[in-house]
């Protein structure tokens, strides 16, 4: 199972450990794609603060990201598991999975990026602020640059097996499953069930909806659960107390859409 992430906005602070060794990081494949990005970021946040801020979109607020960012090459580094923070994380809290779940989370799952394409939980990042939907002046708008490299590793790194895909928009838009490995692909909704005057009525959540998606993650990985192709996947999160309705692709080629339905919303 390959379980597909996005990035959080806010980030831990880089760590005390070595500095970026981008020869490290899993995806080789994705190297040559990465190495353009970073070395137009450091050169952009190096520069003109008021160019990078306003490339980055960033308030004054953050202007301190530029600095960050300019650092990135000598900056301390932590596992990217760590790295990332905000809803999603804090629900999938992988510090407090016991050692198997962790295992099978740094082989499962995979975190997209607009600096890195995709990272494993494991690769040492430093903290950055770079989202996929940044232009940059001279690489371009970061969803295209990562389309054609995401499309030559992706399928590899699926191995055949059930792909989760829990991403945004934004970081969907770098890479959307082809073929048959769009066939095995699970795209994931949550719902909020109300009733009201004796109708249920849904609505999608937001907020919420980054947590319920970390804590799917979460139980999958706590129950060991590998499940090989979507109809298998909605079975196991129904077996963990899930409310889930898959919709089947109506056509060949396309992702399963499953819609997780909650009455409270935490």
């Known amino acids: ?31 040559e794609a990465r190495r353009a990005v970073l070395d137009e970021l450091v050169e952009l946040c190096a520069g003109d603060e008021d160019k990078a801020r306003e490339v980055l979109g960033l308030s004054e607020g953050l202007r301190g990201e530029i600095a960050k960012n300019a650092a990135l090459r000598t900056a301390g580094t932590r596992p990217a598991g760590e790295v990332y923070t905000g809803v999603l994380y804090d ?14 989370a740094g082989r499962s799952l995979l975190v997209f990026s607009g600096l890195w394409g995709a990272v494993r939980i494991g690769d040492r990042i ?16 970061l969803a295209a640059h990562w389309r054609a490299p995401m499309a030559a590793v992706l399928p590899e790194a699926a191995d055949g097996g059930l792909v989760l895909d829990l991403r945004s928009s934004a970081y969907a838009s770098a890479w959307k499953p082809q073929g048959e490995v769009a066939e095995r692909t699970a795209t994931v909704r949550v719902l909020h069930a109300r009733t009201v005057d004796g109708v249920e009525k849904r609505s999608v959540v937001s907020h919420f909806n980054k947590a319920t998606k970390g804590r799917i993650v979460r139980s999958l990985l706590s129950a060991g659960a590998a499940p090989k192709d979507p109809a298998r996947l909605t079975e196991a ?3 963990l ?11 060949a080629g396309t992702p399963w859409t499953l819609d997780v339905v909650v009455r409270e919303i935490h």
């Open 126 to 141: 430093p903290s950055y602020r770079c989202s996929m939907g940044v232009k940059l002046p001279g690489t371009g708008a």
């Open 91 to 104: 629900a999938l809290d992988l510090a407090s999975l016991d050692p198997a779940a962790k295992r099978r």
């Open 237 to 239: 999160l129904r077996d």
């Open 241 to 251: 107390g899930h409310v889930v309705e898959a919709r089947a692709p109506k056509r």
């Open 1 to 31: 199972m390959l379980v597909l992430l996005p990035p959080s906005e806010g980030k831990a602070p880089s760590g005390r450990g070595a500095p970026l060794k981008p020869e490290s990081l899993s995806l080789p494949g994705l190297a």
